[in-house]
């Protein structure tokens, strides 16, 4: 049985019969579920009793964290959420325990119940029809991380091709070396015919430079794997990190909560680019980079100063001359032409029609209050553009949700949900299964 509770419960409680069951009835695809995340809460609990330990810390600490998550977790910033995982890591350390696991969560998904969750009597159903489960794979004193892998996959394999793949992530803490691996082994397993179909970098967002792994994403994304990337998570993630992750290309994006303006401007095709029709001084609806509303204003500015001082520093024309108002009329026009160019050259080296799919985890940014509200949150940017997103849970464990209670969010009025028609939501739920990296295998 599903535990739900928070935002997603009370989407969902708000919702009538025949609003559960249009959204029961909506081929979905859940695309960002972390498997240590997603375990069911029984599964977890049975898993915790009978586990035995030489060290009585991790002992005492694996039976607060069941103790946390039972309760429900209160977080006052997402860094607080990930050295829960060190309790829950110890738990799927053995490869039995690592098989159960997968084993419930895919069936969670998957499978529908004989009973709904705790206070609901709506009739249970699969909460998707398709999944991409992720997991960073570990070596421990029980298996390696090749071990880690084939056994998640053994499970991911009873089901169809249709119904369910893999996803290996990189986590941002790694060394190169073991994120080597890591990557070596999704591609040697992806060409032995495994269900392998993706690499994910994920992780503690303040931790970890990513260049140390672009040229490894780079080997998996030409030998066929598809790319998703946690991206502009937190504030303290600076815009040069997101400008550099947008460069890798991926084919999806995880939260992107944090994502400026410039970032959009620069990469994705919602956008108005600076070289737009009708003319670069003449559009109906966009300001242009020398507007302040725009949002490459700052990298224009900084373009017109550079282009400014060597505009002066290469002119021959005399004293004289560089004192008059028609002198400086012109080394200010040729400052912008060429600021102007070079924002147009960016625009273009970043393509017309990048649209990655964004991964949206509504209760997941609520409850690590990276977003205040459904009314503040960053989806609704992405809905007014039409650019593709996907609904998921990212983590049903400790955030108590369901991607049903997920979905409810999007039907449901405000403040509970965002009050969209449910024309909009088939839509969503179609750009979910569309941007699945099965079609990449």
Known sequence: MATIAGPSAAALHSLSPSDIEFLQSLPKAELHAHLNGSIPWQTLADLAEHLTLQSADISDEIAETVARLRSGLTLDEVSEFFPLFRA?????????????????????????????????????????????????????????????????????????????????????RMSE??????????????????????LDLCGDPRKGDVATFEKHFKRGKDAGLGITLHIAETKENTIAESLALLDWRPDRLGHATFLSGEHKALFFADVLQPDSSPSLTTTSNSVQPWDPEHPLHAMYLTAYQKHLERIHEESTEPEEARRTLSY??????????????????????????????????????????????????????????????????????????????????????????????????????????????????
Not at 183 to 198: H, N
Not at 330 to 335: N, P, V, W
Not at 344 to 357: F, H, I, T, W
């Open 328 to 441: 400086h009329i012109d080394a200010d026009k040729g400052a912008r032409r060429a600021a102007l160019r070079d924002i147009e050259a960016l625009s273009k080296r970043n393509g017309a029609v990048y649209k990655p799919c964004i991964e949206i985890c509504l209760s997941s940014n609520l409850l690590a209050k990276t977003v205040q509200s459904l009314e503040a949150h960053h989806v609704q940017y992405y809905l007014v553009n039409d650019h593709p997103v996907s609904i998921c849970t990212d983590d049903t464990l400790p955030f108590r949700t369901t991607l049903l209670g997920e979905y409810a969010q999007l039907l449901a009025k405000p403040p509970l949900g965002l009050g969209l028609s449910r024309k909009q939501v088939r839509r969503i739920a179609a750009m979910g299964m569309e941007a699945r990296f099965s079609k990449y295998t």
């Open 177 to 198: 070396a073991d994120a080597k691996e890591c990557v070596d082994l999704a591609i040697a397993l992806q060409a032995a015919g495994r269900r392998v179909v993706g």
């Open 88 to 172: 829950i890591y110890a738990i799927t350390s053995t490869p039995s325990a690592l098989s159960r696991v997968t084993r419930d969560v895919l069936d969670s998904f998957l499978k529908a119940h004989s009973d709904p969750p705790a206070g609901f009597t709506y009739k249970p159903a699969p909460e998707c029809n398709y999944i991409e489960l992720r997991t960073t794979p570990r070596a421990t004193a029980h298996m390696s991380r090749y071990t880690y892998l084939t056994t998640v996959l053994d499970e991911v394999e009873k089901f169809s091709a249709d119904r369910a793949a893999l996803i290996v992530s990189i986590d941002r």
